[in-house]
C-alpha cells in the first residue's frame, strides 16, 4: 500500500503532537491533588502559580538542563568561539526570515493587517535588498520584527493557555502554545515542499532546525548562565520569566490595532478646517 503523501503525513503528525501533549497534560491535571481549602494562602499561591504538574515538570527540566548542559550548551559556545558575531547575526537573520510565512499566516489569522504587511514587507526586501534575508534591510526602512505564532494566534481567539508546562527538549510551555508549536510546523511551507525521499530537503530541514536551536541557546548564553549561578531556584525563575515574556508578546500584539494610512500610501488632503 503506498504511503501517503509527505505534506499529509506532515500534517497529521503535528496534529498528533498537539493531540498527545493537550491528552497528557489533562490527564496529569486531573492528578494533581490542590492544597487543603482551609488554607487560603497555599490556595491562592497554587492558583497564582498555576503549576498543578510541578514534580513532572521538574523532572523534565532537569531532564533538558542535563540535555542542555551536555549538548546544546558547548555546541552554542563553540558557535559562538568560531563565529564572528556579524556572522551569527546574518545566520539569525537568515533563520527568522525561512520563518517569515508562518508569522504571516499567523497575522492574518490574528486579524491584523498591518501587522501582516509589515511581515509581507520584510520578506520582500529582506530576500532581495537584503541578499536572502543576511541583512535586516526592512528594520532600517521602518518595517520592524515582532513575534507572531498560533500560541498567540489561539491567545487572541481567547482559548485560555492552560497549566504551566516542562516539554522534554521543547522546555517552558503550555497546552495553548504546545498545541500552536505543532500548528506552526504544519504552516510552514518546508514542511510541504520537496519529494518525501529527498535528501537534499531532509538535509536542509535537519540543518535549518540545529541552526535554530544553537543560535537560539548562543543568543542566551550569558542571562541563563547567570540565573543559574544566582537564582535559589532555577525552575521557578525559568518558570516565571517564560510567563512573563509570552503575555508581554501577547499584550503588544493584542494592542497593535494601527488602522491609520501607511506612510508610504498617498494621504488625504486636509481642509482648511483641518
Not at 497555599?42 to 523532572?59: G, H, I
Not at 522546555?171 to 514542511?191: E, N, W
Not at 515542499?193 to 532546525?209: D, E
Request: charge should be neutral; glycine fraction near 6%; charged fraction near 20%.
Amino acid at each position: 500500500m503506498p504511503s501517503a503523501p509527505r505534506p499529509l503525513r506532515s500534517l497529521v503528525g503535528a496534529l498528533r503532537i498537539c493531540t498527545v501533549t493537550v491528552s497528557l497534560a489533562a490527564l496529569l491535571s486531573a492528578c494533581a491533588t490542590p492544597p487543603p481549602a482551609d488554607d487560603p494562602d497555599a490556595v491562592a499561591d497554587f492558583k497564582a502559580t498555576n503549576d498543578p504538574l510541578e514534580p513532572t515538570n521538574r523532572v523534565f527540566y532537569a531532564i533538558n538542563n542535563g540535555l542542555d548542559t551536555v549538548i546544546l550548551k558547548p555546541a552554542a559556545e563553540a558557535y559562538r568561539f568560531a563565529v564572528p558575531e556579524p556572522v551569527r547575526n546574518g545566520v539569525h537573520n537568515v533563520l527568522g526570515n525561512l520563518g517569515t510565512p508562518v508569522a504571516l499566516a499567523n497575522d492574518m489569522m490574528q486579524g491584523k493587517p498591518r501587522r501582516a504587511g509589515d511581515t509581507f514587507m520584510r520578506f520582500v526586501i529582506n530576500t532581495t535588498a537584503g541578499v536572502l534575508g543576511i541583512f535586516d534591510v526592512a528594520q532600517k526602512w521602518g518595517y520592524s520584527k515582532h513575534d507572531s505564532d498560533f500560541g498567540m494566534t489561539l491567545a487572541n481567539w481567547g482559548v485560555p493557555e492552560g497549566p504551566f508546562l516542562y516539554l522534554p527538549v521543547l522546555g517552558p510551555s503550555d497546552p495553548r502554545d504546545a498545541a500552536g508549536f505543532g500548528v506552526d510546523i504544519a504552516l510552514d511551507p518546508f514542511t510541504w515542499v520537496g519529494s518525501p525521499h529527498s535528501t537534499a530537503m531532509k538535509a536542509f530541514n535537519w540543518s535549518r532546525l540545529a541552526m535554530n536551536a544553537i543560535d537560539a541557546r548562543e543568543r542566551v548564553l550569558d542571562p541563563i548562565e547567570q540565573i543559574k549561578k544566582t537564582a535559589l531556584d532555577p525552575y521557578a525563575t525559568f518558570r516565571s520569566l517564560y510567563r512573563q515574556h509570552r503575555a508581554a508578546q501577547i499584550k503588544e500584539m493584542q494592542d497593535d490595532d494601527r488602522h491609520t494610512i501607511p506612510v508610504w500610501f498617498p494621504q488625504p488632503k486636509k481642509t482648511a478646517a483641518q
